[in-house]
């Protein structure tokens, strides 16, 4: 007894809940078909997700869709062409007589057509009303109903006031609008599908069986260990982080580092997922589980990235939300006015032009559709966007700040000279790299890396002050390794011969144990080749650029300097980072921060946007809205990332700018009886025709613009 | 009725111009598998579709054409009206014959009509009589300088009535040479080869032995059909600028 009801509530949960998210849809929820069913999605941006990953029946959906199309075309233009004639008096006179028959077989045509073409916004509507929403499927079914319906009971009196062509306009100017809409997002789909594609990728993996025999097996990438040998032929694409073992050819990095060059690849050397092999075959050894390469986890991301819904997007999701039933009511005024003054035909075409004249289906695509190309786009140059709310900040940035150590500068520290006060090398070398094993950080990686040879404790209790410096016990010893600040923030005592600068101001490590600083590491900067003409280019782009470092001032202002970064901000903590970059919000406007991603962390988040250099080999860990594809090239990707967010944010802007004036205008003609219902229809489908084409025009031309 | 003939004249030599992209859409819809009479009704089915759209575009610019005389009112504004159109028309025409001298008979294709087109490319396979219907229906508004010239003409005809006869002749010229080019599909399909290759190479292939000679011979056909038609668009242009009474032919 108790298994209907729960069936039954188990169907309604799941029709209000977002096909690809699984969160409620709430009250802009959007019915769309994909793969040939109807479903609810929270937002245009799911629906996309979605599509990308269950569309594999698009084609021929849309070749049915198409059939359908054109099949109602093919009715409409019958019932359009005997229309003109009417209109135009081809049936006066002598041949009156016919008119009668010719709105008989007007009916003939028509009735196909509605069942036709109207069925699937007959059954959106009848499925949104009994969810207790009005959609644009219950305008366009009053509409379609109300002129069939008047049509055929004018017809069964004799009277000869027929609207059959209106409603097989209105109709099939729907029906066109949503093809386009639903090609749009096909075509959307196809060219995020290939980046997503790597989450049901396949490889061929190499095994051995017991008596040493080796074997080809086609195994999906998720699964494949650390260690297993994968062999990728011509062509086709490396499906894991690891070495060649075997086999020389050359390999397109595009989807890593955002550059589109072939890498001479043989034996020994790294290659990365995502890449392309060239001319040979290669038998590569993963490093590490195919699931964590980075062409994994940037598909997850991107995934991830299409369902987040941007300010402009659920912006216009809530004005769609309140403007439905206000069309709905005006509707029925515009009928009611006209009703009283000119008789129940007017109010008829009025009513209908306006219901038809409103439908804002142009609306709702228009910021996601930008936002996901623009993403794709992105994402084809290895740039991880989190979420068309990202790009709309980027588009607006006023200023853009930049961390020193392993972003301008490479992320390879080399130390060059030791200096000790109190105690010996060896020693300031033991505590220095006992502490050094336990970061991440490039000047710790650095430490830990020259003093790998020499046998050593590991540090207990370590903490770790992200931006300045560590401590913990070495054999008992309290000891810390940092900044001048961090060794200040200690309270210990800095010996003069340690605190100067030296005269080329690099990077420097202080160690020092039992309350005194004993010694420092020395280090080289050297400045990353693209980061002067990423700067350049920035600047030019008219940003305000800024260099914010816990690093000691002289060295800070060289590197200013040498990059030519207008504004700068030495030895500061992380919290003091955080609040130079309010203060730089505060005066410029929107501000972002370019950092390492792990020890920017905070910053990175307090900044307008936070875009990591993508140094991290796990981006599980970063937090940041944007990454950059890693190699010696990826700042390079910032200005062009800076140019596509602006092109879609100008492309957005115009089609709102154009979607709501146009609405404003038709709205107005129609309530005032100066537009035809039919006239209405077409100019609701060229909207959305623009609107699509306008969106692909933005991502094209972002793809050509470097 | 004279004017009528001409234009069923000039489908019938455009129609060689069609071959060059609608035979190819022609062919790849090819055979039925049940039998001669299914292919037929499905050959059937595309070029009526098509020939709908045509009638709706001449009724529809019959129209307009209506429309905008009725608002002019002023006799001599609507003569130079229609001399527009005809002009218009002519010069359409003589563009389309003079690209059969070119040896490069195909229209190139705007950015929306390539669009259609891709979208098209999916109905091709679809069983039954909806799918080539469709594909005729939306093969009709593929944009076509023949077409339009045509449709300028229906829109000087002087209504929707006589604009929707004027494409529905031109429609009906291009008839045969659509069923031809159907019928070299299935030929071509129930030989085993898979259709939808290069169009003019089967065309060619069909039409002799030797690949060659048949293309020599198709050269022929394809000049004397842009004579004809470039003639027409002469005389066309020439109604519309030589001052003849009686130029404007209201349909019966």
């Given at each position: 007894?108790?298994?209907?009801?729960?069936?039954?509530?188990?169907?309604?949960?799941?029709?209000?809940?977002?096909?690809?998210?699984?969160?409620?849809?709430?009250?802009?929820?959007?019915?769309?078909?994909?793969?040939?069913?109807?479903?609810?999605?929270?937002?245009?941006?799911?629906?996309?997700?979605?599509?990308?990953?269950?569309?594999?029946?698009?084609?021929?959906?849309?070749?049915?869709?198409?059939?359908?199309?054109?099949?109602?075309?093919?009715?409409?233009?019958?019932?359009?062409?005997?229309?003109?004639?009417?209109?135009?008096?081809?049936?006066?006179?002598?041949?009156?007589?016919?008119?009668?028959?010719?709105?008989?077989?007007?009916?003939?045509?028509?009735?196909?057509?509605?069942?036709?073409?109207?069925?699937?916004?007959?059954?959106?509507?009848?499925?949104?009303?009994?969810?207790?929403?009005?959609?644009?499927?219950?305008?366009?079914?009053?509409?379609?109903?109300?002129?069939?319906?008047?049509?055929?009971?004018?017809?069964?009196?004799?009277?000869?006031?027929?609207?059959?062509?209106?409603?097989?306009?209105?109709?099939?100017?729907?029906?066109?609008?949503?093809?386009?809409?639903?090609?749009?997002?096909?075509?959307?789909?196809?060219?995020?599908?290939?980046?997503?594609?790597?989450?049901?990728?396949?490889?061929?993996?190499?095994?051995?069986?017991?008596?040493?025999?080796?074997?080809?097996?086609?195994?999906?990438?998720?699964?494949?260990?650390?260690?297993?040998?994968?062999?990728?032929?011509?062509?086709?694409?490396?499906?894991?982080?690891?070495?060649?073992?075997?086999?020389?050819?050359?390999?397109?990095?595009?989807?890593?580092?955002?550059?589109?060059?072939?890498?001479?690849?043989?034996?020994?050397?790294?290659?990365?997922?995502?890449?392309?092999?060239?001319?040979?075959?290669?038998?590569?050894?993963?490093?590490?589980?195919?699931?964590?390469?980075?062409?994994?986890?940037?598909?997850?991301?991107?995934?991830?990235?299409?369902?987040?819904?941007?300010?402009?997007?659920?912006?216009?999701?809530?004005?769609?939300?309140?403007?439905?039933?206000?069309?709905?009511?005006?509707?029925?005024?515009?009928?009611?006015?006209?009703?009283?003054?000119?008789?129940?035909?007017?109010?008829?075409?009025?009513?209908?032009?306006?219901?038809?004249?409103?439908?804002?289906?142009?609306?709702?695509?228009?910021?996601?559709?930008?936002?996901?190309?623009?993403?794709?786009?992105?994402?084809?140059?290895?740039?991880?966007?989190?979420?068309?709310?990202?790009?709309?900040?980027?588009?607006?940035?006023?200023?853009?700040?930049?961390?020193?150590?392993?972003t301008v500068t490479d992320g390879e520290l080399r130390p060059h000279s030791i200096r000790v006060d109190g105690a010996s090398t060896e020693e300031v070398m033991h505590y220095a790299r006992a502490l050094a094993c336990a970061s991440d950080h490039p000047?710790?990686?650095?430490?830990?890396?020259?003093?790998?040879?020499?046998?050593?404790?590991?540090?207990?209790?370590?903490?770790?002050?992200?931006?300045?410096?560590?401590?913990?016990?070495?054999?008992?010893?309290?000891?810390?390794?940092?900044?001048?600040?961090?060794?200040?923030?200690?309270?210990?005592?800095?010996?003069?011969?340690?605190?100067?600068?030296?005269?080329?101001?690099?990077?420097?490590?202080?160690?020092?144990?039992?309350?005194?600083?004993?010694?420092?590491?020395?280090?080289?900067?050297?400045?990353?080749?693209?980061?002067?003409?990423?700067?350049?280019?920035?600047?030019?782009?008219?940003?305000?650029?800024?260099?914010?470092?816990?690093?000691?001032?002289?060295?800070?202002?060289?590197?200013?300097?040498?990059?030519?970064?207008?504004?700068?901000?030495?030895?500061?903590?992380?919290?003091?980072?955080?609040?130079?970059?309010?203060?730089?919000?505060?005066?410029?406007?929107?501000?972002?921060?370019?950092?390492?991603?792990?020890?920017?962390?905070?910053?990175?988040?307090?900044?307008?946007?936070?875009?990591?250099?993508?140094?991290?080999?796990?981006?599980?860990?970063?937090?940041?809205?944007?990454?950059?594809?890693?190699?010696?090239?990826?700042?390079?990707?910032?200005?062009?990332?800076?140019?596509?967010?602006?092109?879609?944010?100008?492309?957005?802007?115009?089609?709102?700018?154009?979607?709501?004036?146009?609405?404003?205008?038709?709205?107005?003609?129609?309530?005032?009886?100066?537009?035809?219902?039919?006239?209405?229809?077409?100019?609701?489908?060229?909207?959305?025709?623009?609107?699509?084409?306008?969106?692909?025009?933005?991502?094209?031309?972002?793809?050509?613009?470097? | 009725?004279?004017?009528?003939?001409?234009?069923?004249?000039?489908?019938?030599?455009?129609?060689?111009?069609?071959?060059?992209?609608?035979?190819?859409?022609?062919?790849?819809?090819?055979?039925?598998?049940?039998?001669?009479?299914?292919?037929?009704?499905?050959?059937?089915?595309?070029?009526?579709?098509?020939?709908?759209?045509?009638c709706f575009l001449g009724a529809l610019a019959g129209y307009l054409g209506l429309l905008l005389v009725a608002q002019c009112g002023d006799d001599s504004i609507v003569a130079w009206i229609q001399r527009g159109f005809a002009v218009l028309s002519g010069?359409?025409?003589?563009?389309?014959?003079?690209?059969?001298?070119?040896?490069?008979?195909?229209?190139?294709?705007?950015?929306?009509?390539?669009?259609?087109?891709?979208?098209?490319?999916?109905?091709?396979?679809?069983?039954?009589?909806?799918?080539?219907?469709?594909?005729?229906?939306?093969?009709?508004?593929?944009?076509?300088?023949?077409?339009?010239?045509?449709?300028?003409?229906?829109?000087?005809?002087?209504?929707?009535?006589?604009?929707?006869?004027?494409?529905?002749?031109?429609?009906?010229?291009?008839?045969?040479?659509?069923?031809?080019?159907?019928?070299?599909?299935?030929?071509?399909?129930?030989?085993?080869?898979?259709?939808?290759?290069?169009?003019?190479?089967?065309?060619?292939?069909?039409?002799?032995?030797?690949?060659?000679?048949?293309?020599?011979?198709?050269?022929?056909?394809?000049?004397?059909?842009?004579?004809?038609?470039?003639?027409?668009?002469?005389?066309?242009?020439?109604?519309?600028?030589?001052?003849?009474?009686?130029?404007?032919?209201?349909?019966?």
């Amino acid at each position: 007894m108790n298994a209907v009801p729960a069936a039954v509530d188990a169907s309604a949960a799941q029709m209000l809940e977002c096909a690809h998210c699984a969160l409620p849809i709430g009250r802009l929820g959007q019915r769309r078909e994909v793969g040939g069913e109807a479903r609810w999605f929270c937002c245009y941006g799911c629906c996309l997700a979605y599509q990308v990953h269950h569309g594999e029946r698009d084609e021929p959906q849309a070749a049915a869709a198409l059939i359908r199309l054109g099949v109602g075309a093919f009715l409409t233009m019958n019932i359009m062409a005997f229309s003109l004639l009417l209109y135009s008096g081809a049936f006066d006179g002598d041949e009156a007589w016919l008119r009668q028959p010719v709105h008989w077989l007007l009916a003939l045509l028509a009735t196909p057509l509605v069942a036709l073409l109207g069925a699937p916004f007959f059954a959106g509507a009848a499925q949104a009303l009994a969810q207790g929403r009005l959609t644009t499927d219950v305008l366009v079914g009053i509409g379609v109903l109300a002129a069939y319906g008047y049509s055929l009971i004018e017809l069964l009196r004799g009277s000869d006031r027929v609207y059959f062509d209106t409603a097989a306009m209105v109709l099939v100017l729907f029906t066109l609008g949503r093809y386009l809409e639903a090609q749009a997002r096909v075509r959307a789909a196809r060219s995020l599908a290939p980046l997503l594609a790597a989450e049901r990728a396949e490889a061929r993996v190499l095994l051995r069986d017991a008596n040493g025999a080796q074997r080809e097996v086609i195994m999906r990438v998720r699964d494949i260990a650390p260690g297993v040998c994968v062999r990728v032929l011509p062509g086709e694409r490396v499906a894991v982080d690891g070495v060649v073992v075997d086999g020389a050819s050359e390999c397109n990095e595009e989807a890593v580092t955002g550059q589109p060059q072939f890498i001479a690849k043989s034996a020994g050397m790294p290659v990365h997922a995502g890449s392309i092999n060239g001319s040979g075959p290669l038998e590569i050894r993963a490093a590490v589980a195919g699931a964590h390469s980075r062409w994994q986890q940037v598909a997850r991301m991107v995934r991830e990235a299409l369902a987040r819904k941007s300010m402009i997007g659920v912006t216009v999701d809530r004005i769609v939300a309140v403007f439905i039933p206000g069309v709905l009511l005006l509707a029925l005024a515009t009928a009611g006015y006209w009703n009283e003054r000119a008789g129940i035909e007017a109010a008829l075409m009025t009513g209908l032009a306006v219901l038809v004249v409103a439908c804002p289906c142009s609306l709702g695509l228009a910021a996601p559709l930008a936002n996901a190309l623009a993403i794709a786009a992105a994402a084809s140059r290895g740039i991880v966007v989190r979420g068309g709310g990202v790009l709309e900040k980027l588009a607006r940035l006023d200023a853009i700040a930049f961390d020193k150590t392993g972003t301008v500068t490479d992320g390879e520290l080399r130390p060059h000279s030791i200096r000790v006060d109190g105690a010996s090398t060896e020693e300031v070398m033991h505590y220095a790299r006992a502490l050094a094993c336990a970061s991440d950080h490039p000047v710790a990686r650095a430490i830990a890396q020259i003093a790998a040879d020499r046998a050593g404790t590991r540090a207990r209790r370590v903490e770790v002050r992200a931006g300045a410096g560590m401590r913990g016990d070495v054999d008992g010893t309290r000891c810390a390794l940092g900044t001048a600040a961090w060794m200040a923030a200690q309270g210990w005592t800095m010996p003069r011969a340690l605190a100067g600068h030296t005269e080329d101001g690099g990077t420097r490590a202080f160690v020092g144990w039992d309350g005194c600083v004993r010694g420092c590491v020395l280090f080289a900067d050297t400045t990353r080749a693209d980061a002067p003409h990423a700067i350049r280019a920035l600047q030019r782009r008219g940003l305000h650029t800024l260099l914010a470092s816990g690093d000691a001032a002289p060295a800070v202002a060289r590197l200013a300097a040498a990059l030519g970064v207008e504004r700068w901000h030495a030895e500061l903590m992380p919290e003091d980072k955080v609040r130079v970059l309010r203060e730089a919000i505060r005066s410029h406007g929107a501000v972002a921060m370019v950092g390492d991603g792990i020890n920017d962390g905070p910053v990175l988040a307090a900044a307008t946007v936070g875009i990591a250099v993508g140094g991290a080999s796990d981006l599980a860990k970063e937090s940041a809205d944007v990454i950059l594809p890693r190699g010696a090239n990826g700042m390079l990707a910032l200005p062009w990332l800076l140019e596509l967010a602006a092109n879609a944010r100008h492309s957005l802007q115009m089609n709102l700018v154009w979607a709501f004036g146009y609405n404003a205008i038709a709205l107005a003609l129609a309530a005032a009886g100066l537009l035809q219902p039919v006239l209405a229809a077409a100019l609701m489908a060229a909207s959305s025709v623009i609107v699509v084409l306008r969106s692909w025009r933005a991502g094209a031309a972002a793809d050509r613009s470097v | 009725m004279s004017e009528v003939s001409l234009l069923f004249l000039a489908g019938l030599a455009g129609s060689v111009h069609c071959i060059g992209m609608c035979g190819g859409f022609a062919c790849v819809i090819g055979a039925d598998a049940r039998g001669r009479a299914a292919t037929l009704l499905r050959q059937l089915a595309y070029n009526a579709g098509r020939v709908t759209t045509y009638c709706f575009l001449g009724a529809l610019a019959g129209y307009l054409g209506l429309l905008l005389v009725a608002q002019c009112g002023d006799d001599s504004i609507v003569a130079w009206i229609q001399r527009g159109f005809a002009v218009l028309s002519g010069a359409l025409l003589v563009y389309v014959g003079l690209q059969f001298f070119g040896g490069h008979a195909r229209g190139a294709l705007g950015a929306g009509g390539a669009l259609l087109a891709d979208a098209m490319r999916t109905l091709v396979r679809a069983p039954g009589l909806a799918g080539p219907l469709a594909f005729g229906v939306l093969n009709g508004f593929l944009p076509c300088p023949l077409v339009y010239a045509v449709a300028a003409q229906a829109a000087a005809s002087g209504g929707p009535g006589s604009g929707m006869l004027t494409m529905a002749a031109f429609g009906l010229g291009t008839f045969p040479a659509l069923l031809a080019a159907g019928a070299v599909g299935a030929w071509w399909q129930r030989g085993g080869v898979p259709a939808g290759v290069a169009t003019v190479s089967l065309v060619s292939r069909a039409s002799g032995g030797r690949a060659a000679h048949a293309g020599s011979g198709r050269v022929l056909a394809l000049r004397c059909a842009g004579a004809f038609i470039v003639v027409l668009g002469l005389v066309t242009v020439a109604r519309g600028l030589l001052p003849l009474s009686g130029h404007i032919h209201p349909m019966p």
